[in-house]
Structures are given as C-alpha cells and as structure tokens.
C-alpha cells in the first residue's frame, strides 16, 4: 500500500500528542486538529500565557506528566502542520471539515485518527438547571484556565476518581468545599480490589487523594441518593439534599455544585465516519467498535483515546502511539515489533484497572427511574422527565431518535452529550425494555454549534 501523504489527528491532548509524536519519528508530517487554544487536551490543559503557576500547583500528582506531554508537543511543533483553535464539526467523502475564526474548509486524509477525548456523563437532579451548577470538567477549567472557583462554597457530587480529583484540586487552591457526596457505596469498591490491583501505584494515590480531602475536614458521604439542589431562578444554588445509605436526609449549605459520573467518550466524530458501535453492558452506553490497535470498521480511519474508551490520560498516550503504529503497518510502513507487544501489554493492564473503576463507581442508572417529573432532563430545550415519560407512554416513542423528535430532548446546544444517557434510561424505564434497546441518538453535523456567518473557502 502507498505511504499515506495526508494524516490527520483530531485532537491535541495525551492520545494526539503521542500519535503525533510516533508519525513523526517515522518520517511523516501529519496533520493536527485541535478546538482548544492550546494542546494538552482537558486533563493536561495549559494555563494562560500570563499565568505563572508551577506544574505541581495546577497538575498535583500528574505535573511530570503533563510537562513532559507539553514539552513534547513544543518540540513537534515545526514537524506537524498545526491547526489549534479549530473545529472538526463534520467528516464526509474523505474529508475532515473544519472551521476557525468564521472561515470553513475541509481537509482530505488518507488516514485519520481520531482523538476527540471525554465529556462528563453526567445524571441529572432536580434543581441541576439552576445557576451554579456545574460538570466537574466545567469546575476543573475554572481553575485551570481562568484561577477561579465555580462558588465560595461548593458541594461535589457524583462518582468516579475524577470526583475526588477536582475536589482535592480546589481544596489544594484555597476554595471551600464543603462536603464530596459519592453515589457509589463502599461495599462497590471493596469488590473491585482484585482489578483494581492491577495498578496498585494508581490505586494508593487514589487512596491517599480521598484521604487528603478527609484530613482537610470536608466531609465525605458514600452511597448517597440525591434528592434535589436548592435555590431559585434569581439566586441561583443554595444547597444539596441527599439521602444517605440508611436512608437519612442530608442538606449541606452551598452556592456552587461540581456533577459528574465519570467520563463518556465524544463519539460523534466517529458516528459521522460511519464507525460501526456496540453497546457496552459494563458502562450501559454505546461505544465504538475499536479492533486492534485502534482500528475502526472503516478502513483508514483510527480511533485513540478516550474518545474510544475512558482509560485515564496515561492510557491515552498508549493508545495514541498504538494507534499510529497502526496506521503505519496499515500503510507498509515499518513498525517495531517489540515496543508494539510492550503497548498492548501496557493497555491490558489499564483495561483490567478499568473494568475495576466500573465496578467500583458504577453508573446510577437507578436515579433516572426515581427522578420527579418536573425535573428537567434536558437542560438546552428543558425538557422534563415528564414530558419524556409521557412521549413514551402517549406516543410510543420507545427509541432514543424517535423520543428526540417528539419532546426535542438532545436537541440543543450540547446535541445530547449531557442528558443522552439519563434520557435513555428514562426512556427505558418507562417503556419497560432494556436500555440497549432504546438505541442511542445518531450523531449529526455539525457537531458543535458554527455561527452562521461561517464562509465556506477553498480546501487546504
């Protein structure tokens, strides 16, 4: 097979990177894709160029990391053309189309990787629309790029290592925080600790993370339900009330609430690449069909990342230079031997400490059959459970698309990526069949919203 001449990333965090980093030490000058201002994706996102905090203080236990993956990206910067602050909002007839300062144009590949990276997944509550409420990844860049908290007094609440890892970061930057509510109960976890042992390294630091929180007096509840965030529509949040394991309502005075359930891999991208999916019963969520090394059902395109599979940023970069080697051996480009068996055994260790975290922090899946019906679902269109139930019941719309079209839920600003999967669990439960039967809503350009004064220009 030729040698492809045009490689196209997606994506400038640990997976981009890494992959960029291996094409080029083959002899190639791939493409680079990324909407953020800068590289170093969400996990590793650079601060401002005026600001001047140390690695330790902004990245904690992951600052040699993350320089080491920025000092990288500098190095490659005259060997890759670079296109920060772009949007991929469509892929159609071997093209990439983009957009950036108004100007539209598309990009043809041989090959395309792509890594889109995560959003939170996120489960809503009554009360979630209010001002003042937040995805964790939201509350993360607060701080990362603007040194700033969400609220002078803030509540997290959630699941997952991502949960305690932003509430340790406030408290290390001086914030509030008055209580870390989990969803998960102890008992999970317990259970989970064979795989979880797979990295014992990881395991310990998360450990001594929940530990460092402890110790800074904030309080920390497991196995709770949440029941609703206060407030009004003029003030905005004013507090959390859950219940604990035993049952016991809990309200906790805040003005700001970090949320998120884990991560769910951005796969819109590879949905419009016409990559077939399966439905993941671990996670409850449709992902990507990935084959080895990250290859997809359709040839020349690769996926890498979260954006494939939430690994955590480390196993990012594994799957970046996995996904490169890829699409050199695709390409009959030499490929050592040694370091590709040393990959895949590194990413089945990860694999293993994965399916640990799931069992550990799983989904609350059970929280969308208890939500009220007034409340909202859908943020964007604001759409109730309610509402959602009744297109279920009145109207038969038993399939996430069809309930789209009926009620708009998903069809906002965000096209689903946060009221996705709890709508489908609502729809599910509602309907009383599984929920991998309720489908998943169909990804549709542009991904992301483009202002209409967007010019179409010629093709790079």
Same mark, same amino acid.
């Given at each position: ?185 102890? +008992? ?9 042992? +797979? ?228 729809? +599910?439960?509602? +309907? ?29």
């Amino acid at each position: 097979m030729a040698q492809p001449t045009r490689v196209i990333i997606i994506g400038a965090g640990p997976a981009g990177v890494r992959c960029a980093e291996t094409l080029v030490a083959a002899g190639l000058r791939p493409t680079v894709v990324d909407e953020n201002r800068r590289d170093g994706g969400q996990i590793y996102r650079r601060q401002p160029d005026n600001f001047t905090r140390p690695y330790t203080q902004l990245y904690g236990t992951e600052a040699a990391r993350a320089q080491s993956l920025h000092e990288s990206f500098d190095a490659l910067r005259d060997r890759i053309d670079y296109h920060p602050h772009t949007l991929a909002w469509n892929i159609a007839d071997q093209q990439v189309h983009v957009a950036r300062d108004g100007q539209a144009g598309a990009l043809p590949f041989d090959a395309l990787v792509i890594c889109a990276g995560a959003t939170d997944r996120l489960m809503p509550v009554k009360g979630w629309q209010l001002a003042g409420t937040y995805s964790l990844g939201a509350a993360q860049i607060a701080l990362k790029s603007q040194a700033c908290a969400i609220g002078r007094q803030v509540v997290f609440m959630g699941t997952g290592p991502l949960l305690y890892l932003v509430a340790s970061q406030y408290i290390k930057a001086g914030a509030q925080v008055a209580a870390v509510l989990d969803t998960s109960p102890l +008992a999970g976890r317990l259970a989970a600790l064979p795989k979880l042992l +797979a990295r014992p390294s990881v395991l310990i630091n998360g450990m001594a993370l929940v530990a460092r929180i402890r110790r800074a007096g904030v309080r920390v509840l497991t196995g709770i339900t949440p029941v609703e965030i206060t407030g009004d529509q003029d003030a905005g949040v004013q507090g959390v009330v859950v219940r604990d394991a035993r049952g016991v309502t809990h309200t906790f005075a805040c003005d700001a609430v970090g949320m998120g359930y884990h991560l769910r891999p951005e796969t819109q991208l590879a949905d419009l690449a016409h990559c077939d999916f399966r439905f993941d019963a671990e996670t409850r969520q449709w992902l990507p069909d990935v084959r080895e090394d990250g290859r997809t059902s359709v040839p020349g395109v690769y996926l890498a990342g979260d954006g494939m599979r939430v690994l955590g940023a480390d196993a990012a970069e594994v799957a970046g230079r996995l996904a490169a080697m890829a699409v050199l051996k695709d390409f009959g480009l030499p490929v050592a031997g040694d370091a590709l068996q040393q990959l895949r055994a590194q990413q089945a260790t990860m694999e293993r400490f994965r399916q640990g975290l799931a069992q550990a922090f799983p989904w609350p899946a059970q929280q969308a059959a208890q939500l009220p019906d007034e409340a909202i679902v859908c943020r964007c269109e604001a759409i109730t459970a309610g509402e959602l139930r009744r297109v279920v019941c009145d109207m038969g719309a038993r399939e996430a698309n069809r309930a789209k079209a009926f009620s708009r839920v998903g069809m906002g600003r965000c096209q689903g990526r946060y009221c996705g999967h709890a709508g489908a669990e609502v729809i +599910a439960c509602a +309907a009383g069949v599984p929920v991998e039967q309720v489908g998943r809503l169909r990804g549709q350009a542009p991904v992301k919203p483009l202002s209409i004064a967007v010019r179409q220009e010629k093709a790079a």
